[in-house]
């Protein structure tokens, strides 16, 4: 059983950058690849960013390409989500999940205009 905690949410500014992080444990977790997603008001959980086990590789969805990173430490089982130049439409529950098979319980990210 994986357990996936987020952390770094918070009220910031229009502009502004918060660094998110998910810690995992009670699995292998250099062998796995990981992924954020968000999810506004309403019932869609949107994919924001993956990352492959080791790091190799990252995806992005378009909306945040640019602004936002991706990275992970295996040594600390944790993997972090850098958002920069964040927008109103960017507040959200931001969920770390291995596999869309294990899920954090998310950590509230608002952004003022």
């Known amino acids: 059983q994986v357990q996936l905690v987020e952390s770094g949410g918070g009220l910031v500014q229009a502009g502004g950058s918060l660094r998110l992080s998910c810690a995992a444990s009670?699995?292998?977790?250099?062998?796995?690849?990981m992924a954020w997603f968000r999810q506004a008001p309403g019932p869609d959980r949107d994919f924001v960013a993956a990352?492959?086990?080791?790091?190799?590789?990252?995806y992005y969805a378009d909306s945040v390409k640019g602004r936002f990173s991706i990275s992970r430490d295996n040594a600390r089982n944790t993997v972090y989500l850098q958002m920069n130049n964040l927008k109103p439409e960017d507040t959200a529950v931001y969920y770390c999940?291995?596999?869309?098979?294990?899920w954090g319980k998310g950590t509230l990210v608002t952004v003022s205009s």
């Open positions: 009670g699995g292998t977790f250099s062998t796995y690849d």
């Open positions: 990352i492959t086990w080791n790091g190799g590789n990252t």
């Open positions: 999940t291995v596999g869309m098979t294990y």
